[in-house]
């Protein structure tokens, strides 16, 4: 009688350990997809900052249409632009980062590059992160190459779908 209550408790412990792991394994999933989804937002917050300043800061949207159109700019202007692309440049690099650490998914980081290919195929834009030394602007850099190709782009950088 004995052996077999040990048996029952065994087993029921054995029972319980699996039940452990199977709600440790949902745990770490919920978890996982937390963390990936609160990535995502930080790093996407200093690109969708930086580009809403342009609708609160009239003089900052002059500026870029000016250097767009390749006019020439004072030195406090090109300071600003410098500025300006560098955090929207640094934003975009760091969900490159964050997308190859497997932290933000495949479907989500080429919806944010092909959503952004109007203001990442500008020439000021194109010509800025070229002139980044990083690894990650190189990466950056080439996977915006590649997404341009698929994409139908008109002349003013809107796009007008995929090509086949």
Known sequence: MLETLANVGEFVGALGVIVSIGYLAVQIRQNTRAVRSASYHQAAEQTWTALLSIATEPDLAELLIRSNRGEALDETAELRIRAYDGTVL?????MVRLHEEGLIDDLVFENVVDNSLFYLTLPRLRAALAARPGILSRRLEARVARRAQDVD????????????
Do not use: I
């Open 153 to 164: 782009l008109d002349p003013e950088g809107r796009t007008n779908g995929f090509r086949p």
């Open 90 to 94: 640094y934003g975009f690099e760091n």
